[in-house]
């Protein structure tokens, strides 16, 4: 449910409002909005009445909220959130590429790729200290080193930088570290994460899990949300099926349809959906196609050598062209907008 407020309600008619929610023991979210306040009501055990908030001086209607979802839903803002990292906006309007190594390695290797893939024009560096691997036997990441290292190259760059969190533990010491803190595809349903990521000052990347319905991924981004942390955006990363020609397949589906359910932004991740680079080329450009706000990619100077993700890595002359071609899809749509509203 959410109770809009009229243009000219005062922070008074606000508060009373706020009030008569949390009287009847929900939890009241006023949502500022450029030409008026809305407040949702949260926490409620069952349909609420809309003629407890109706009458209220200052009340200019009362809506109920149809999806499971609502913090994130664009029945509660229909306004587009804009994530900023460092000089960086993530969100409508923007094409965000976020590129870099699946793991640090090395300070030499870190800055290598930074160097080249800021020349190509990324706006962010990524780069994982703490590497949620298959196997135990395989590198699991410098740790700490690795976002000494990420520091680093934020410093000698002015890149901002990505880095996953794999669990509360080093959540203190990941966000200390990193610009945007990225939650894995293993861990979209952890819980306890998730609430800890809600009340992170830092912006946070939430990876759709590798069997995630999108309700479930909404209902994830719900947990980072309602905890007070309003800076996230989605990652279509690829989803499991039976396919073998490619590690998962990518569901370019979900980027309009998020756009259409969620003023989260979406960016989307080819390398792990296709694992293998040939593939990673023509899905990036796709997911530009299709108006994901970014991109995330991985580049590896030396794939062959690399520890983890080589096959799916770029050569940095492939990502310079790609960037190129990225830009140039991009702004097709600036030359030639839709003349109707996508989110009717
Ligand atoms: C990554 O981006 O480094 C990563 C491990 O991705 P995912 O969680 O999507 O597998
Ligand atoms: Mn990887």
Known sequence: ??????????????????????????????????????????????????????????????????????????????????????????????????????????????????????????????????????????????????????AKVRERTGLPVVTEVMDEENFSLVEQYADMVQIGTRNMQNFSLLRRAGQSKKPVMLKRGMSATIDEWLMAAEYIMEGGNTQVVLCERGVRTFVRHSRNTLDLSAVPYVCKESHLPIIVDPSHAAGRRGLVIPLARAAVAAEAHGIMVEVHHEPDHALSDGAQSLYPEQFATLMAQMRSIFETFEKHPMPDNRYA
């Open 1 to 150: 449910m959410l109770v809009v407020m009229e243009h000219r309600a005062t922070q008074e008619q606000i508060d009373r409002v706020v009030e008569a929610i949390e009287r009847r023991g929900c939890k009241a979210r006023p949502i500022p909005g450029g030409e008026r306040t809305a407040i949702g009501v949260l926490h409620n055990k069952g349909p609420v009445d809309a003629a407890h908030y109706l009458g209220l001086p200052g009340v200019k209607e009362v809506i109920p909220v149809t999806r499971p979802y609502k913090l994130v839903s664009r029945e509660f803002q229909p306004a587009p959130t804009i994530v900023r990292v460092g000089d960086q906006r993530i969100g409508e309007g923007s094409l965000t590429v976020i590129a870099g190594p699946c793991a640090v390695e090395s300070e030499e290797q870190a800055m290598a790729i930074a160097r080249q893939v800021k020349d190509a024009g990324a706006g962010l560096f990524r780069g994982g200290a703490f590497k949620p691997r298959t196997s135990p036997y395989s590198f699991q990441g410098l740790g700490e080193e690795g976002l000494r290292i990420l």
